[in-house]
Structures are given as C-alpha cells and as structure tokens.
C-alpha cells in the first residue's frame, strides 16, 4: 500500500454535497467549438471539459472492509474551473485569518463606469493593472491624509455580475484603521466610518482617468487616439465607490472574503436546466431586493459570457498592499503587537493532503461511504487519456 500523497493532491474532492445534474463542462463541451477564442480561452475550455474525466487519468479506489470501490479521476486546477477551487478557498481564509490584525474591517467596492469597458475589453491586462493602481493609490495616499498612517489592504479581481455580464470592480478588505506614520502606535478609524466616500470617488476617479489617458498616448492601449481621449472626457463626474458597514474581526472577514477570493464567473450549482440548446441560471436580482429570479440564454451565448471572464495568463487577481503587503511584513508583526494579538502558529509543512483536508474542511476524503468504517486505498491507477 502506498503512502499518501503530500497535499496538493490532484484527486481532491468537493465537500459532500449533491452532485450538480448541471455543468459549465457540459455547455463548453457542446457549444465552444463554433466559438472564436484567444488562446487562453481555448486553454480554459479544454481544461475544464477534461477535470474530473478519464482524459486527465486517475485511479481506482477500493475499501478493504467491504466491497466498494469507485474511480476518482483528476482535477484540472484550471483557476477558472468551477470544481477546482474548494480547498483552495479554505486554505487561503485559514493563511490569512492567521495574520490580520485582530480589529474591525470595511469592505470597500471600486467600480469603472461602462464607458471604459472598450478599453478594458481590448487590452485587459494593461487597464486591469491600471485598475489595480489607481485604487491602491487611492486607498493609500487618502489614508495618510486623513488619518496619519499607513493602511493596509487587500483586493480582490471580479469582471462579471450576476448575469455574467462584463462588469470589471475591485473588492478590497480594509482594516479600520493603520500603522502611524512613525511606527509607534495603532490609529484606529471611527467605528463607522473610513474614509470620506466623496474624496475616495473623486481622487479614484482622477487616478484612474489619467493613468489610462498615458497608456492611450503611450500607445499600450492601442486604438484611434482621438476617439479614445473623446471617450474619457464622457465619463461621468461621479463614480460608483461603495464602503459597506464594518465586518467584525479576521475570523469574519476572512470568511466573508474567502467567498470571492477564488470564486469564478458562475459556479455549476446555479445552473438550473440545460437541454443541449439552451442553458437556464439562478441569479439574485439586487435591483429588486436580491430575489432569485431565472435567466435563459443559449449555449453559444452562455459560452461567450462565461468565457469573457477568462483573465489573461499569469494575471494576478488577488493582491495585498500596504501594510498587508507581503514585503511589508515587519510593519504588519508591528500592528499585530500594538493591538496585543498573538504570533500567528507557524504552517504545517509535513501534512499529507488527507490530513489538510480533515483539518479544514472536517471529514476524510478517503473514508468508506458504505460502511463508514474502512480507509480507502488506491487499487490501481488509471493513465491520462491525453497526448
């Protein structure tokens, strides 16, 4: 019998939970062929059709307490697959609630108006860049200005809304409050408030208008240039900077998080009925108090939706900044000790991916679903089905 595989391991599992009759795998597999993709798209598709199918391989499983046995096949880790992001979601809320600082936190939602879309369309990687920046910028320079210390935060990436449409917006997680200026001591917010709505649209706005008016006369975003420069004067003078109400302290916040972090465009359980031809979803309508209401498209069209959420290769969606910031991690053990929090516990190194699994997520992966008493073991392996 062999010993089991150092975590991660390819061959994991959802959490128990029904099966999906579903998938985003059964459109793409049915519809993207007659569509016209980049070539990252086309990586996309190809991985999530094969996740979990003979194509990638895998392995037999058989309990030795009994006669059940069952395939389990490998899992495509693609960071746009809807099956492959379970674990990884856990890990990372478990990384991060180690080290935040034990306070409040405000959720802060950056959203560009639709009139950059084109340029958003056309050269994402650069404008979400850009995007990044300009609020990073913001959050930053505001937060010296007005509280006289240095904050940290971090941003996560969403390019859709609830009916896939292309909605770029950044949701960035803000302590309440920052490292002063000198180090000395924590300076906490006002309970309810960050930092003033109007000033975070306004300089947001500023930044973010005359990052990409550079990159269009630089020529990193290519297109007409005297159309383009048009375009960014018919902006509007206000744009969409939402801060929600205080979460509580890392435990919460991170759980609440954890959910967008490696969240894609559209998970397989909201897709309610697809017939070979048409493709019905579950969507909350926010318009309209967050009723669940049904949207019907068909799978070409369904394909190009999902598809347009693809990120560019290597794109980074989840970035840390200021005193959250990696590099930064003396300023942040600094804020952990003024606010009297404990050392984060070092991470187990040694762990199998069985025992991270029960650790986090509270059962064996590998425990007989018959009998409830045997530990499955690998009888034989099956070979990947790809050249």
Known sequence: MASPAPFPDPVVAEPSRSTPRHEVAHVLRDHASGLRLIKEQARAVRDIVACRTETLGGHIEECPDCDFSRGSYNSCRNRHCP??????????????????????????VFTIPGQLHPFFRRVPKVCLTLLFEAVSETLLELARTNLNATIGF??????????????????????AGGLSLDGSRWIATPERFLLPVRKLRAVFRGKLLAKLERAIRSGEIFGDLAKDLALLRRTPKVWNVYVKEPLAGPGHVVHYLSRYVHRIAISNSRITAYDGKNVTFRYQDRADG?????????????????????????FVRIRH????????????????????????????????????????LGSNPLLCPKCKVGILVVTRVLPPMRK
């Open 290 to 314: 967050n009723t669940t209401k049904y949207h019907t498209v068909t799978g070409p069209e369904f394909g190009k939706l999902f598809l347009q959420h693809v990120l560019p290769a290597r």
């Open 321 to 360: 900044f200021g005193i959250l910031a990696v590099r930064r991690r003396g300023d942040l053990a600094r804020c952990r000790e003024l606010l009297h929090a404990p050392p984060p516990a070092p991470p187990r190194k040694d762990a199998t991916w069985v025992e991270t699994y029960e650790r986090l």
């Open 83 to 108: 099956k492959c992001q379970i674990l990884k979601q856990v890990l990372w809320a478990e990384a991060q609630e180690a080290l935040l600082p034990l306070t409040m936190y405000f959720q802060v």
């Open 154 to 175: 971090t941003a996560v990436l969403h390019t859709w809304n609830q009916l896939l449409g292309f909605h770029p917006h950044l949701h960035c997680i803000v302590p």
